[in-house]
Structure formats: structure tokens, C-alpha cells
């Protein structure tokens, strides 16, 4: 348990689905990030929010919208995506940027 | 971007032997993280080293920052099954950014 949860942990979707994931975390900390992992590819910085504010958008597709509407809190829109886009996706926050904490992720497969 | 490479990519040994994975960057940090992965869950942050020279120790585990804070390595001595996953380096520096390594997939035949 590492104070960062996040839900769903599967998620099944069709090309044009709309769903959410939800991170939320319980450390008190000002950063909070989306990353994408695919398989045989290295962790992908997606989005980081500090104190609420985007402050990089790692030129992700507009088919993944986040939103930020506190520090605890985190969630990923998706919509119209691409089987290219089923990965692992796995939210993190940090302390000013010290370390990072990992949630379990969302293994997300688009049909 | 700071790109970090890990070596070997991928590695399988017999239990009870010794291991060292190495972490690369042609950029300073100011700090630097090792995580292990296990499939289908979010990495474990095992430590973080942040003075160069710096080696830290956890069990079996033996971590050590470089001198000029650009690399670092992670030796395991006496593996098991348990040590078996995904490990990953990730240095950070201002700014709240995380830049991590390319991975080390570690297997642990019992």
C-alpha cells in the first residue's frame, strides 16, 4: 500500500467509449502525474499537475483529457481511443518532487 | 530529455548468485530513485541516493550514486525467487520531473 489508489484497476473499452480513471492519493503531496506503459517500452510521462495546475503535457493525443480538481485527486478522460493506446497506465504523486509514489495502475485494453 | 539507460535489459540467474544492474545518464541529478515493478502493478520505490558517492544498503541490496551524480548501480548479492521483477532507475532534478531508465528485467530461477 503505498497511499496511492487507483480505480478501475481493468478496463475493457470499445474505439468509442468514453470512460474516466480515477487516481486519488492519501501522502499530502503538491505533484501528481499519468504515465503510460507499454509493453518493451520505457515509462512514458503523459501529464504532471503541481498544485492543482498542468505544468507539462508531454505532447499527448487530445483523446486523453485530464483533469486536476485538487491535490488529492486525479483522473484521466478517455475517449475515441486506438488499440495502439491499451497499456498499463499508472498515476504518481510526489512531494516536491522528491520521490515519486506509484498507484497499482489501470491495465486498460481498447478494442 | 534526460534519457537513462539500464543494463543489462534483461537478465536470468540461479538462485544464490550475485548480480549488478547499472543505471547511465550523460545528465546530472539531484537525486536519484531505484523502483521495482512486479507485473500488472505500479513500481515500489526501494531507495534514493542524492550525494554522489553515496551508498545506501537494504538487505541484500546495495545501492551506490555516482561520484558526479549522473549514474548509479544496484548489486544484489545471494538472489532469490523473491527478488524476480522489473527494475527501474529514475532520476529527478527541480521542477517535479522523474526521467526513468529503460528498465531491468530481472528472473530468478529457484
Known amino acids: 500500500e503505498t497511499g496511492v489508489t487507483q480505480t478501475p484497476r481493468h478496463l475493457v473499452m470499445g474505439m468509442t467509449n468514453k470512460k474516466s480513471l480515477k487516481c486519488e492519493q492519501h501522502l499530502g503531496h503538491n505533484a501528481m502525474y499519468w504515465y503510460k506503459q507499454s509493453a518493451k517500452k520505457p515509462l512514458e510521462l503523459m501529464f504532471v499537475y503541481n498544485f492543482k495546475e498542468q505544468t507539462e503535457n508531454n505532447s499527448v493525443p487530445s483523446r486523453f483529457s485530464p483533469e486536476c480538481p485538487n491535490s488529492s485527486h486525479l483522473f484521466l478522460h478517455l475517449h475515441t481511443l486506438q488499440p495502439e493506446d491499451s497499456a498499463l497506465y499508472l498515476c504518481?504523486?510526489?512531494?516536491?518532487?522528491?520521490?515519486?509514489?506509484f498507484g497499482p495502475g489501470t491495465r486498460l485494453t481498447v478494442l | 530529455t534526460q534519457l537513462l539507460e539500464q543494463s543489462p535489459q534483461f537478465l536470468s540467474i540461479q538462485e544464490g548468485e550475485n548480480l549488478t544492474v547499472y543505471c547511465n545518464s550523460s545528465s546530472v541529478f539531484s537525486s536519484l530513485q531505484w523502483y521495482r515493478q512486479e507485473p500488472g502493478e505500479g513500481p515500489v520505490l526501494l531507495v534514493t541516493?542524492?550525494?554522489?558517492?553515496e551508498v545506501k544498503k537494504l538487505k541484500r541490496l546495495t545501492f551506490q550514486f555516482g561520484d558526479a551524480r549522473k549514474d548509479s548501480s544496484l548489486h544484489i548479492t545471494a538472489a532469490q525467487p523473491g527478488d524476480t521483477g522489473l527494475y527501474l532507475c529514475?532520476?529527478?532534478?527541480?521542477?517535479?520531473?522523474?526521467?526513468f531508465g529503460t528498465g531491468t528485467s530481472l528472473t530468478v530461477i529457484p
Open positions: 541516493v542524492v550525494t554522489g558517492g
Open positions: 529514475a532520476g529527478a532534478n527541480t521542477g517535479n520531473q522523474f526521467y
Open positions: 504518481a504523486s510526489s512531494f516536491e518532487g522528491d520521490e515519486a509514489f
